[in-house]
């Protein structure tokens, strides 16, 4: 048994998110199209004494470090299954912006699974561990894949999408975090009343993807969380005028936010998109990144 195990793992962007209407058990069905960007976190799986948790990084204060943080939950589930003392210590290196629509807790989740299945030995197959992902949260198993995939159900229910190219991103990473279950309350709100379609993929932007042209994505992106964060976080629509104007082809919020994603053409225009917005003073931090990203790998041993 080795005595450490790194993984890393990437943030995501939701390139289009159709939301229906709320289920009997408060989740929403989701046509959720996922597409990994290289922002990593990475976990650092040690055999301790007891399950701990630590996290670095310019946000690490915001991160818990109790068992509501995803990356304990994993080890805690893996252990369970197999019957292993949970004595791990998991150290998060953390990049992904917290509380983003980034899915940054998702992706520890992730990765101290990936990280823990290695240090114990315990040889679970990819769909044991995807599993065990779609019971952490409705984003963690996407994080296991990364690339892109169609997340339908809840968003676990994952099918591959075919990528034909490189697509250039920036993030602007806002003050403050938002939460997913009032953002999607907050949408449950502005569509009380009014008939909400299924959600469905777009061809659009399906074809988009496939052929990797960044104007046909830019025309196809969607997300229908993107009036209720709006709607609780009015500042959010400075920073997307800010980062059009700034030159990037379409802008849109991260998941459920705050995070704003602005797809730009290429690597100069993204540098200089992510000073104007830093400029604009509408954000925290620019991040720039690239998409497709691998899922979560084990980096080191
Ligand atoms: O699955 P996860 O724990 O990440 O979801 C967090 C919250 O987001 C849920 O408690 C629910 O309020 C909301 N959610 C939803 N429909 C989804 C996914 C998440 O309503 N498909």
Same mark, same amino acid.
């Given at each position: ?238 920073? !997307? +005028?800010? /980062? $059009?104007?700034?030159? @990037?082809?379409? #802008?849109?919020?991260?998941?459920? *936010?705050? =995070?704003? &994603? ?15 917005? !830093? +400029?604009? /003073? $509408?954000?925290?931090? @620019?991040?720039? #990144?690239?998409?497709?990203?691998? *899922?979560? =790998?084990? &980096?080191?041993?």
């Amino acid at each position: 048994m080795s005595a450490a195990v790194t993984v890393r793992v990437p943030a995501k962007v939701n390139v289009q998110l159709a939301v229906g209407a709320a289920r009997p058990d408060g989740f929403h069905d989701l046509a959720n199209v996922f597409l990994a960007v290289g922002l990593y976190d990475e976990v650092t799986a040690t055999p301790a004494d007891a399950l701990r948790v630590t996290c670095s990084g310019p946000d690490a204060a915001q991160v818990p470090l109790d068992t509501t943080n995803l990356a304990a939950r994993a080890a805690l589930a893996l252990a369970e299954r197999y019957g292993v003392d949970p004595a791990v210590h998991l150290h998060i290196a953390k990049d992904i912006p917290v509380a983003g629509g980034m899915a940054g807790g998702s992706a520890d989740g992730a990765a101290a699974l990936v990280a823990c299945d290695a240090l114990w030995g315990t040889g679970a197959s990819r769909d044991e561990l995807l599993a065990i992902c779609a019971e952490l949260g409705s984003d963690v198993p996407f994080s296991l894949v990364g690339g892109a995939a169609l997340g339908t159900g809840r968003g676990e229910k994952l099918t591959p999408i075919e990528v034909g190219g490189v697509f250039h991103w920036v993030f602007a990473v806002a003050d403050g975090g938002l939460s997913t279950p009032a953002v999607y309350g907050e949408f449950d709100r502005l569509t009380a009343g009014t008939e909400v379609p299924e959600p469905a993929a777009s061809p659009a932007l399906l074809a988009a993807l496939r052929s990797g042209d960044p104007d046909a994505l830019a025309a196809a992106l969607g997300n229908d969380l993107q009036p209720a964060a709006l709607s609780l976080r009015p500042s959010l629509a400075d920073t !997307l +005028a800010a /980062g $059009t104007a700034a030159g @990037a082809l379409a #802008a849109l919020v991260s998941g459920s *936010g705050p =995070t704003t &994603a602005f797809l730009v053409p290429d690597e100069e225009t993204a540098r200089k998109t992510a000073d104007a917005l !830093l +400029a604009s /003073g $509408t954000c925290r931090d @620019a991040r720039v #990144a690239v998409s497709p990203a691998p *899922g979560a =790998t084990v &980096a080191g041993r």
